[in-house]
């Protein structure tokens, strides 16, 4: 945030969409030193507090919001909507302001219509590919966390997030971003040209290369997008 001129302090929210350490790690420092409102389902702040996963923080700064029921954060309209995932409640958002929309979409084992009827018309949208099956299936991970990921509770593969993305294009589709890559089990370049291979071949009218199509990058900041 710093490197584009944006301060923490500035921020009016935390949109928690689950409780896993890897999308929390940081929100008990955070909530301590900024004071910042978080938002999160009921099942996910339940999980937080009574395993005391983020230390002591003041419990008013929880605000529980519930699946396809609309809020608020400012003059931001956002939509949570629920994932497959094994965790307590998990969701993903959609965040509408002037009639501009995008979505953050990661952290689901599958999809099924009602995810796609959601991400119908969205102008940008982060979406998950977590990884390469084979790589998976070959790799270094123990036999139950392969099985955990490749699990309708686990992450999209690459292929998989082809698919869904090839079920939610649109002529005005502004930008898709690829996110939460498995370091271990994918490459960023493999990720792209796998999800483009989806579309491509998939039954829409669409190639991949008719949209930017990017890897959100793992430990820096990417291009920032205005539209």
């Known amino acids: 945030m ?3 001129g944006l301060k923490t302090a500035e921020m009016d929210g935390i949109l928690i969409t689950h409780e896993h350490s890897d999308h929390i790690r940081s929100l008990g420092v955070i909530a301590r030193k900024y004071g910042l409102p978080m938002y999160g389902t009921q099942g996910t702040i339940d999980y937080i507090n009574s395993r005391h996963a ?4 003041d419990e008013s700064l929880f605000h529980v919001i519930q699946p396809d029921v609309p809020f608020f954060i400012g003059d931001m309209g956002i939509t949570p909507f ?8 998990p969701v993903a958002y959609i965040m509408r302001k002037d009639k501009k929309s995008m979505a953050v979409v990661t952290d689901l084992g599958m999809y099924d219509s009602s995810v796609v009827e959601r991400l119908q018309g969205m102008d940008v949208l982060l979406l998950e590919a977590n990884h390469d099956v084979h790589m998976l299936q070959v790799g270094v991970y123990p036999y139950y ?3 955990r990921i ?3 509770k686990g992450h999209l593969s690459n292929e998989l997030s082809g698919q869904l993305l090839g079920e939610v294009l649109h002529d005005r589709l502004k930008k898709v971003l690829l996110g939460h890559l498995s370091k271990e089990n994918n490459y960023p370049q493999l990720a792209s040209e796998s999800v483009k291979m989806e579309v491509t071949m998939g039954d829409n009218p669409y190639k991949g290369s008719d949209f930017p199509i990017e890897v959100a990058k793992r430990d820096g900041l990417s291009e920032l997008i205005e539209f």
């Open 54 to 57: 983020i230390g002591d923080v």
């Open 82 to 89: 629920s994932t497959s995932h094994d965790a307590a409640e």
């Open 150 to 152: 490749l699990s309708e």
């Open 2 to 4: 710093n490197e584009i």
């Open 145 to 147: 966390l392969k099985q």
